[in-house]
DNA sequence: GCCCTGACGGGAT
DNA sequence: TATCCCGCCAGGG
């Protein structure tokens, strides 16, 4: 549809459930467009400008890395959000990523 | 209208 | 197995 790139991110953003985390190659490939990883980040650091709320903080890179906590207003929310999750986040990396990793994403339709 | 950057990922060395 | 480099798409200068 018409629904910009970034739009698609948010809807499948929005799919992760909490308690869970995952990469963005993940959303990436879910929108239809694998390798634009970088785009999906972008589209996070945009989303703090968007009405509906997207768990940017359940977003990491492949190695459970917290990479876009500086985007968040303390550096420390993104972690704190996790956390009250229950995703234990220990030197801004998600401890056990790979157990709390989530990609069952509902192909979006584009 | 061109060039560079950017919350990444995967392939090649 | 670890590290480096290039490619993904879009937005801003």
Redesign the pocket.
């Known amino acids: 549809m018409d629904e910009?790139?970034?739009t698609r991110v948010y809807e499948a953003v929005r799919q992760v459930p909490s308690g869970r985390v995952t990469?963005?190659?993940?959303?990436?490939?879910a929108v239809g467009?694998?390798?634009?990883?970088?785009?999906?980040?972008?589209?996070?650091?945009?989303?703090?400008s968007q009405p509906g709320f997207?768990p940017?903080?359940r977003?990491?890179?492949?190695?459970g890395?917290?990479?876009?906590?500086?985007?968040?207003p303390n550096a420390d929310t993104?972690q704190e959000l996790l956390k009250s999750e229950g995703i234990e986040v220990e030197e801004d990396v998600v401890v056990n990523f790979k157990e709390v990793f989530w990609d069952d994403f509902n192909l979006i339709n584009s």
């Open positions: 910009g790139f970034f990469s963005y190659g993940a959303v990436a490939a467009a694998p390798g634009a990883s970088r785009m999906v980040g972008w589209a996070m650091n945009k989303s703090f997207v940017a903080h977003v990491v890179n492949r190695s890395m917290l990479t876009g906590k500086h985007a968040f993104m």
